[in-house]
């Protein structure tokens, strides 16, 4: 076994161990790492809120801070923005190669053309992770705004011809789909489509909606047709050799305080790291704790707000942030997890007269 692995699993068993104490203030590293390294983007997609500062672009001071914890950590998910239009990232791909740290990145596909096909497969990236909210050129276009999906498919193909070439297996190529009225009905010829690509995984996202335009796309008002698509394309992915991977039905029950899905271990885990350096304590809305500009990652890590949050999740006294975590406390059946806003939430109720089972139509643009 390599001495990287070794690190690997030796800072794994320390975070079981912190974990299962409820330790506040550790000795042990992320297992795994989301990383924001810029806000740079050359599309306009609908359902984005970030605000897309050509300037904003993670410091090298922090990229160095996070190197040099690598090879303890397992996975770096590498997003943006664009992330491939960040003039770092070559650099950040060879910490990660060098620590034998696991790659995941996250693009629009816009660049896929032959040369940064061959980049990525000589890197060897592990994961490529490529948003597609649609089968069809008319949805896909609409919802991706910049982006050309005929282009996008062609350039796919030529990705996993590449790999093919090179007898590589990685980047495992994988499609993220935003699930909501627009996108919802083309769900199953996407499953078929990415088998003929050679994408091995379909990642279904739940539209999160912070407007009332893209309230009224969300699946909330759709459920019974959003339960029932979501399940043909599952059965078909299956056939076919395509891992759809669902969030919860809204048909399914919501698992209970003795469920071992309940149990969070974020905390000890992971951390998110924004393009401003801030490290943020998770993906479920516990905001951020310290700043990569401004301390080493072990002051972040082990930041007093963070020691807290470990100290109390999982337990009665545990804070607001995780008593309402938009993730692992997630009900679909609770229109909270899909529309945040209370006031927008009651607006789109009252537009649908407060029916949930709404048939949708297949289509760029959003609901009227």
């Keep these: 076994m390599s001495s990287a692995h070794n690190l690997k699993d030796a800072n794994q068993g320390k975070n079981t161990a912190h974990a299962a104490a409820g330790a506040g203030v550790v000795d042990s590293y992320p297992e795994s790492i ?11 997609c609908l359902t984005c809120c970030q605000q897309h500062r050509p300037e904003a672009d993670l410091s090298p001071a922090a990229v160095e801070r ?55 497969v000589d890197k060897q990236v592990t994961f490529l992770k490529i948003s597609c909210d ?43 789909f935003v699930a909501m009225r627009s996108t919802i009905l083309e769900l199953p010829r996407l499953t078929v489509l990415a088998g003929e ?24 008002f759709y459920q019974k047709t959003a339960d029932e698509t979501m399940r043909l394309a599952k059965e078909m992915g299956d056939k076919i050799g395509v891992h759809v991977v669902l969030p919860p ?24 790291v924004n393009v401003d350096g ?21 002051t972040a890590w082990n930041h007093p707000k963070r020691a807290r949050v470990r ?11 995780c008593r309402d975590c938009r993730l692992g406390k997630q009900n679909p059946s609770r229109i909270g997890s899909h529309i945040p806003d209370p006031e927008i939430a009651r607006a789109a109720l009252t537009f649908f007269g407060g029916k949930l089972d709404n048939r949708p139509r297949s289509g760029g643009g959003l609901a009227a």
Excluded: M
């Design 34 to 44: 989301a990383l924001t390294i810029s806000e740079r983007c050359n599309f306009r």
């Design 66 to 120: 996070l190197g040099a914890v690598l090879p303890h950590v397992r996975t770096v998910s590498i997003t943006g923005g664009e992330p491939l239009l960040h003039p770092g990232l070559d650099n950040l791909l060879g910490l990660a190669q060098k620590a034998g740290t696991s790659t995941i990145v996250l693009t629009n596909g816009s660049l896929l053309n032959a040369e940064k096909s061959a980049y990525l």
């Design 134 to 176: 649609g089968a069809s050129a008319k949805t896909y276009n609409a919802i991706r705004k910049g982006g050309d999906f005929i282009r996008l498919v062609g350039d796919i193909a030529g990705l996993t011809a590449r790999k093919l070439a090179a007898g590589s297996i990685v980047p495992v190529l994988e499609f993220n």
């Design 197 to 220: 690509l050679g994408v091995e995984v379909l990642n279904v996202l739940p539209l999160r909606a912070d407007s009332p335009a893209l309230a009224r796309e969300s699946l909330y």
């Design 249 to 272: 039905l809204f048909a399914a029950a919501e698992p209970g305080p003795g469920d071992p899905g309940a149990v969070c271990e974020a905390p000890w885990r992971g951390v998110t």
């Design 278 to 298: 801030s490290a943020g304590i998770c993906c479920g809305g516990a905001g951020s704790a310290g700043n990569l500009n401004e301390t080493d990652f072990l």
């Design 311 to 321: 100290e109390t999740v999982n337990t009665d006294g545990e804070l607001p942030c």
